[in-house]
């Protein structure tokens, strides 16, 4: 069989490795230029590739095609494959034909890192044979081709989802839908939702379904498909009164199965703002249904602190508690955030602006915001949008500077936030090095405080 994979990113790697493993005919095609350690990996393993273009003749042969997820369908290589009926899949379709153990599935427009990582945990706690795959560390496809393992924790995107056929989870979570990536949907909510509820698909009686109960989009949508798989729903807001049940309030979120009913106290979950109970209570559904014991999990929970760029605390220079947050790309992860503090917020946002709607943000900015860093190299829209709010703003095309204007606004107790809203490339590499070189400053601050 000749098997062509459109793309030379981890996920198209993963395929040719797994294929090549196989004993298939494998081509790897890349309209760009392959990243130098993939190239590398390819030339290691005798892997056949092209860079910079895509050969029609190579590509029109295959018997099958694998599109890395990140290759939209309307450009013209996809559409001569359509046209000529050479079936189409993705890698994770690819990968789940050979891959042995239990898979997993999370997915959401936010908070599927948290959950996935936060799941892998509790896990690998109870002593777990478990990896952890997708769109966060290695392909799927990569994790079958060099080890086996029990259970399989993929993170799923919209873009993965859309590329199954005959994929099946037997634990899918889906933590929520908000506007995010619509243009690769025709602006269309519906069909974003569609892809997201795609992770439902083949799924039967013996499978296992969480969702956001208080998400209206995922309840307009999923009752659509009716499901024959098992339901989780979770509640922030609603004390459930069916089994299962799965909800919080102030105090703790509680769990009931027919089986057994169990609370755990928030003091146990090192995870600020609601939307990390949502993650947690997912994490914690999941880590019940495939058996690690209660005593695990509430002695594994209080041991992770999230993931880096994700709300992640600091340190405290003169008594300021510092987030990182810059992960926070859109403004439904914003709103999470500032959610997430019951103090005066001073706030670092800014960056390539999406063509973001600041609306939405303006009530919570009013509550919990005491001023504004607009970091980046044009901050007009920013400042824009909330100068009628009458907060103090300042602007900075630099990181330090952003935190020195930021503390030098704060009082001891109160914290700072890089939540940015916006993407990174206008300062930064990407959205960890805006992180990272948020960390380091505080980690100087801290040390001059120390040495002082």
Known sequence: MTLVILGGGESGIG??????????????????????????????????????????????????????????NDIAIVELLL??????????????????????????????????????????????????????????????????????????????????????????????????????????????????LNILRNMSSADHFIYNADDPIINQYLYELNTSSRLYPISIFTEMQFLPAIYSNNEACYFKFKEHAFSINHNLIHLPGPHNRYNTMAAVTIA??????????????????????????????????????SKATNIASVQVALLSFNCP????????????DYTVLLPIIREKVKAIICLGKDNATIMQAFYPLGLPMQETNNMSSAVDLALSMA?????????????????????????????????CLLSNEKHA
């Open 411 to 443: 009082l001891p107790g109160e914290v700072i936030l890089l939540s940015p809203a916006c993407a990174s490339f206008d300062l930064f590499k990407n959205f960890e090095d805006r992180g990272n070189q948020f960390k380091k400053k505080i980690t």
């Open 345 to 356: 917020i001073i706030w670092i946002v800014g960056g390539k602006d999406k063509g973001n």
């Open 83 to 196: 046209k000529s009926g050479i079936p189409i899949i993705d890698e994770i379709e690819f990968a789940a034909r050979y891959g042995k153990g239990k898979i997993i599935a999370i997915t959401g427009s936010n908070g599927k890192s948290t959950t996935t990582y936060l799941t892998y945990h509790l896990l690998k706690e109870a002593g777990f044979h478990v990896a952890i795959a997708g769109n966060m560390g290695y392909s799927f496809a990569r994790c079958i081709a060099e080890n086996s393992y029990d259970y399989y924790i993929l993170e799923l995107s919209s873009f993965q989802l859309d590329g199954i056929n005959n994929f099946k989870a037997d634990i899918a979570c889906l933590l929520n839908i908000t506007s995010d990536h619509l243009d690769r949907y025709s602006h269309s909510i519906a069909a974003y939702a569609r892809a997201k």
């Open 288 to 325: 019940m249904l495939v058996g690690v014991p209660l005593d695990v999990i509430t002695s594994a929970l209080p041991s992770f602190y999230g993931l880096p760029h994700r709300i992640e605390w600091c340190g405290a220079p003169q008594n300021v508690n510092c987030y990182n947050d």
């Open 15 to 72: 395929a040719a490795l797994l294929a090549k493993k196989l004993g298939l005919d494998v081509f790897v095609s890349d309209a760009n230029i392959i990243a130098t350690q993939y190239k590398h990996f390819l030339i290691t393993h005798n892997i056949p590739f092209e860079e910079g273009g895509h050969s029609e003749e190579k590509v029109l042969c295959s018997q099958e095609v694998i599109k890395s997820p990140g290759i939209p």
